[in-house]
């Protein structure tokens, strides 16, 4: 696509692309980052080609970019977990309004709550960012049936905090869950799970040490 054109023709299309794609990012950090190296490549050649007010535009956009970036990342984030009833009328809102996006992530996933299970919300900054649900199959092993934050936490801090954090200080070794689809299954291996077998079944496994 690019072979015959001129440098400076492809590193503009470049800087577009990247803007494009970060309108895409579900994630507002991942957003900010690619939107900051986009605005900063659409600056230069904005001042390269000799279009002033397109260079300023991007150069300010990036530096908005910066600004945000450098806000997000040096504030204090507050998490804390609450445990709900399976029959409280926020969780069933919560579930209705994001019903879509949760299926698309766990497409097996269905709300069937028994005696056993566990519901927890994951709040941050006081925002209900995520759901969990599980059940326990031993004192140190459980079984996430649903792992799900909503769109504009989805950096991996929420999952960790939960993981790394509040699982572990409740001396869980293993936890185990089923198959997503393929965004929820790289998101499974960032957090550490790999897949084994469970009751002959294929599922990911996140062994905590203890």
């Known amino acids: 696509m690019f072979r015959n054109l001129p440098l400076i023709e492809v590193i503009g299309y470049i800087g577009s692309v990247l803007v494009a794609i970060s309108l895409m990012m579900s994630s507002i950090i991942r957003l900010r980052i690619i939107n900051l190296i986009g605005s900063s490549i659409f600056?230069?050649?904005g001042f390269i080609i000799g279009a002033v007010p397109v260079g300023l535009l991007n150069g300010f956009?990036?530096?908005?970019?910066?600004?945000?970036?450098?806000?997000?990342?040096?504030?204090?984030?507050?998490f804390k977990v609450l445990e709900v009833q399976n029959d409280w009328e926020y969780l069933k809102y919560f579930l209705n309004f994001h019903?879509?996006?949760?299926k698309e992530f766990n497409p097996g996933f269905e709300f069937n709550p028994n005696d056993k299970w566990r519901i927890i919300f994951m709040?941050?900054?006081s925002v209900p960012a995520g759901l969990i649900c599980f059940e326990y199959l031993d004192e140190?092993?459980?079984?996430?049936k649903l792992d799900y934050v909503i769109p504009g936490y989805r950096d991996f801090k929420t999952?960790?905090?939960?993981?790394r954090k509040i699982l572990k200080e409740a001396k869980i070794k293993k936890i185990y869950t089923g198959h997503g689809n393929r965004k929820h299954e790289?998101?499974?291996?960032k957090m550490g799970f790999v897949k084994t077998d469970l009751d002959s079944k294929s599922v990911y496994c996140l062994q905590l040490a203890q």
């Open 43 to 45: 600056s230069i050649y």
């Open 61 to 78: 956009i990036a530096l908005i970019n910066v600004y945000y970036l450098f806000e997000m990342l040096s504030t204090k984030e507050y």
């Open 99 to 102: 019903e879509k996006d949760i």
């Open 123 to 125: 709040l941050r900054n």
């Open 140 to 144: 140190s092993s459980l079984f996430v």
């Open 159 to 163: 999952g960790k905090y939960m993981y």
């Open 186 to 189: 790289q998101y499974l291996r």
